[in-house]
């Protein structure tokens, strides 16, 4: 089987939450996959060194430093992108992430939860996912092929202890992502699509600070018997980027180890 089935040759995509964990393994999977990507984030250093390493290993990738929820930075960085390639193929909506005044401990009044904390993380996972597709979807909505990729989790369908917040919002981002896949197959055909990958428990460098014990208790109860990587999560970007999965949309695909099997 061609090694190229997965190709990103010649398409444009720009990665919200570039300069984070995950948002690096993606872009440097697209990247590898062929396509220019924008690096898009708040860190303009973080973006930078990133930009150079991906150009330097021979693939195409251009710093957007812009803030998610803001309509004039993501606008800017949209006209960016066309202007110097004329078209965006892809969008993938990486930015997000939990607070800790978003977070429930097992001793706090279930009746006095922080509601600024929670509005907090909703605006950041929820709104910080549908702005960016606003703006950057008028703009595939052109394209002969595009894919939007949304990020949700497996706490949008399973009961973790403590993110309420975070599990939320990434339930309100799975309903988005059926919501408006069948409203563009209404208006675009099969032109512009989207789709969500829901990560389970992966293993980052934040996660080697925590006690083995628990972590260790948390790859026992996975299927497979281990955390995932952020590479394992790219991959599955890849795929629902690329015109492979041209007859997928508005599904949330697990990418788990079979943890919510």
Known sequence: MSSEIFSLEGKVIVVTGATGILGGAFIEAIAQAGAVVGVLGRNEQVANERV????????????????????????????????????????????????????????????????????????????????????????????????????SSVSATTALTRVLGYSLAKSAIDAYTRWFAVELAARYGDQIRMNAIAPGFIETEMTGKLDETIVQNWRDSIPLKRGGTPKDIANACVFLASDMSSYITGQTLSVDGGMLT
């Not at 991906?54 to 957007?64: D, E, T």
């Not at 429930?104 to 950041?124: A, C, R």
């Not at 910080?128 to 939007?148: D, E, H, R, V, W």
């Open 52 to 151: 150079e390493k991906i150009n330097a290993a021979g693939g195409k990738a251009v710093a957007l430093i812009a803030d998610i929820l803001d309509e004039k930075q993501l606008t800017a960085a949209a006209n960016t992108m066309v202007d110097l390639y004329g078209k965006i193929d892809g969008l993938v909506n990486a930015a997000g992430g939990n607070m800790p005044e978003a977070i429930v401990q097992p001793g706090d009044d279930l009746f006095s939860l922080n509601m600024e904390g929670l509005q907090k993380v909703m605006n950041l996972n929820l709104f910080g996912t549908l702005l960016p597709t606003q703006i950057f979807g008028a703009i595939m909505a052109k394209s002969p092929k595009a894919s939007i990729v949304n990020i």
